[in-house]
Nanobody, 128 residues
């Protein structure tokens, strides 16, 4: 049974940092492209960042470029999102997702159909 579990969310002040982690089990992790998504209250879910199987190609939404860094450790079946210079508008539920079939860049424009496996999310709240 596939499980995707996010952790690391919390409440931080604007300008602070957080590192999210996502552990996937029950699937061949290094066969999957991975992505981070978020959904703020009253808004649609959006793609934040995604990474290819080997970790050497990444995409970022313009709103997080130069502030967030996605990475993966295939030996640990874990995906990370380092978030720096956080802003109140980064407040959202953050989700991790895995796809074996979708194109990598599709994580930014075909959000709802991108992944076969989704986590339940971790809440990030940024206070001003």
């Amino acid at each position: 049974q596939v499980q995707v579990v996010e952790s690391g969310g919390g409440l931080v002040q604007a300008g602070g940092s957080l590192r999210l982690s996502c552990t996937a089990s029950g699937l061949p992790f290094d066969d999957y492209q991975m992505g981070w998504f978020r959904q703020a209250p009253g808004k649609e879910r959006e793609g934040v960042s995604c990474i290819n199987r080997s970790g050497d190609t990444t995409y970022y939404a313009d709103s997080v470029k130069d502030r967030f860094t996605i990475s993966r450790d295939n030996a640990k079946n874990t995906l990370y999102l380092q978030m720096n210079s956080l802003k109140p508008e980064d407040t959202a539920m953050y989700y991790c997702a895995a796809t074996r079939f979708s194109s990598l860049a599709g994580c930014l424009w075909s959000v709802d159909h991108w992944a076969e496996h989704w986590g339940k999310g971790t809440l990030v709240t940024i206070s001003s």
